[in-house]
């Protein structure tokens, strides 16, 4: 038996992580990535908090799967448009780098 | 006790993975790193009893979305992050930053009561939380509305792609020219 605090701490520091990664790196694709890593610990607590209402009997407990099901798809679309926007970048600039993209226009 | 074990094994995997995607400077092994991350969560969801969730994390994240990141770093030849004088501001304001969110999450989280639920999946009550039937009947029935709304989205996120992705129409006017 492991209390819920575990898992949101676990959470919180996937969160963290992302939020590290989206501050620190410098690369386009894994500043995309490292949304990806905040969304999975969000992903991560949504589940342990429909666990906590399961044990606690709620019949809507559920719904924490729900919406991160919700999540992955609107997830999958972002990834979809993003690297569609990280591709047309890199055709007019020819980097990867965010330091360099600093116009709206070329 | 098992129980423990697994979540710490898995709990660490998972955060080193997360820190492995911080240090890393390509990002092909930034993509791999999240790979990991993303299955150990996918252990983690059935030890909470999600056994849906967790396989679609499997499919759906640690599969399809991260084809699709390997695939665009291969398409666009990605090479190793170069430093500038960037990188160096933010790494001196990134990681306090960062470093202040957890500890300030973590103690919220600890300090608030409610978080001690003792969570698992015991013996007797192991049947069906989070299967695919008990999930399907409560997103076909409450949650059909955003269901369908998901449906437009995605949708509009594929038009979306093939707009943003395709060549505009005067470079391949040139390319034809020349």
């Not at chain 2, 069906?128 to 949650?143: E, M, T």
Request: proline letters at 1%; one cysteine or more.
């Amino acid at each position: 038996m492991i209390s819920l605090s575990y898992y949101l701490v676990l959470s919180a520091i996937l969160f963290a992580c992302g939020v590290a990664g989206f501050l620190i790196k410098r690369n386009i694709i894994t500043i995309f990535m490292s949304i990806e890593l905040m969304l999975n610990g969000v992903n991560l607590s949504f589940v342990a908090f429909a666990a906590k209402w399961e044990m606690l009997g709620n019949k809507l407990a559920l719904s924490g799967h729900v919406f991160v099901f919700f999540v992955m798809v609107v997830a999958a679309a972002e990834a979809a448009v993003g690297l569609a926007i990280i591709i047309a970048v890199f055709r007019t600039r020819e980097t990867l780098n965010i330091d360099q993209v600093n116009l709206l226009k070329l | 006790m098992l129980h423990l074990i697994l979540f710490s094994v898995f709990g660490l995997i998972c955060v080193a993975g997360a820190v492995n995607l911080l240090l890393q400077r390509h990002p092909i092994n930034s993509a791999l790193s999240l790979v990991v991350v993303m299955g150990s969560l996918a252990v983690e969801y059935l030890l909470l009893g999600a056994e849906f969730v967790a396989a679609i994390q499997v499919i759906v994240y640690a599969g399809a979305i991260m084809v699709l990141f390997v695939f665009v770093i291969m398409l666009l030849n990605a090479g190793e992050e170069e430093h500038s004088q960037g990188s160096h501001v933010a790494w001196l304001i990134g990681i306090p930053g960062a470093l202040a969110v957890t500890v300030i999450i973590c103690w919220a989280l600890v300090r608030s009561e409610g978080t001690a639920v003792a969570l698992g999946v015991t013996s007797e009550s192991s049947k069906a939380f989070g299967n695919a039937a008990d999930i399907s009947q409560l997103l076909f029935h409450q949650f059909l509305l955003p269901f369908e709304v998901t449906s437009i989205l995605v949708l509009i996120a594929i038009m979306g792609a093939v707009v943003l992705a395709a060549r505009p129409e005067s470079v391949r006017e040139t390319k034809r020219e020349g």
